[in-house]
């Protein structure tokens, strides 16, 4: 039998892959806690957390355990008419520690169905109350997933071409700084004054895919409390912010005005099994609840609420919520914070930023982002044992919460050997 790396060639289609110029995947065959292991036993830190899901580390003993009992009780079943005990005790858990004003849960797979889903309360929630509202808000440069509504919406759709004759209209502000805010609220200003937007999606505090540009907490709240004022549904992207990762439970925690709406997904189900939630408030709700049977949300995804996922979701809040894992948190903040007065000074780096635990850092040279310098770079870390996935010269760690500092300090040398090569 040929290794999988060798027979996924045959009939696999990759995500983000052009398979030209990337033939080999690389076959991984197992993972625990902080660590991947490929075929040939070479082991990795995961410094992304897989795409920041596993924050509670691979393969959980605790979250298995309940997930293997859940299995025995009950796998799956249609959630439309049906629901169960896993759903609802989610829905009680996760409203104590989501922001005050939200108040109902719905359910879907992943994170562009949960921005999917947002996009389409907030257009339907003007639809229903007879306003003409058919323009949204984005900052430059978000992410917000890979189907329609959530690819018009991120300005970082550098392969979207082929699409984007299909998009919905979007606007684009820059997220705000200390420096920017006058400017952005000007052009806010002309934007809602226009009276056409329905609905503001954006990521809080942290722009993940734009490699982790960071902005300013107060300038976003200034902007979120002008848009409600303007009856505009404003909808927080935290499929990557969210459980644990800005040090705070979600970042909306950290800006005065909370969003109508927020996406969660990822770390939700602490990287055992897909599934994702978009969250609003009663207002939001009230204006679906009719006699009229088309002012309801006609959205569903045949696997809603599977009760496996939100076993997992349920066992991932526990963890969360534990001191080993808060104090876990504030450890890593320490150490990124201790690092980074190490290199920030480096002749090679250009720029450090961090928001709890997401650290990142620009080299001082120019990289395309998905381009071969940066391609050598990811190479360059794998061959030390290291999982990172450079974005253009951007490097950024997202480790596990469980991360030892054997192994940060590991991360932490591996990116510094960067400085010699480049
Ligand atoms: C990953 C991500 C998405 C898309 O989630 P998928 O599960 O990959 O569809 C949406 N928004 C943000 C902020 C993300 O980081």
Redesign the pocket.
Known sequence: MKNISERDAKHVWHPLTQHKLHPRMLGITKAKGALLFDESGKEYIDGISS??TSVYGHCNDYILEKVYQQMQQLDQVVFSGFTHEPAVKLSEELIKILPANQEKLFFS???????EIGIKMALQYHFNKGHKRNVLLAFED??????FG?MSV?GLSVYNGPFEDFFIEVKRIPPPSKENLKEVLALLHTYVTAGNIAGFIY?PLV???AAMQMHDAEGLGEILRILKEHDVVTIA?????GFGKTGTHFASDQIETKPDII?L??ALTAGLI?M?ITSCTQEVYDAFYSDDIAKGLFHGHTYTANPLACTAALAGLELLQSKEIQDNIARIIQSHQAFDARIKNHPKVARTRQTGIIYALDLNIEIERYGNLRDKLMQHFMDKGIFLRPLGNTIYITAPYIVSEDQLEQIYSAIESVFDIV
């Open positions: 795409w920041y797979d992943n994170g562009s169905t949960a921005t978000a992410f917000h997933g890979d189907t959530a991120s990521e722009q993940g895919a992207d935290e499929v990557m912010t996406c997904s990822k897909p994702a």
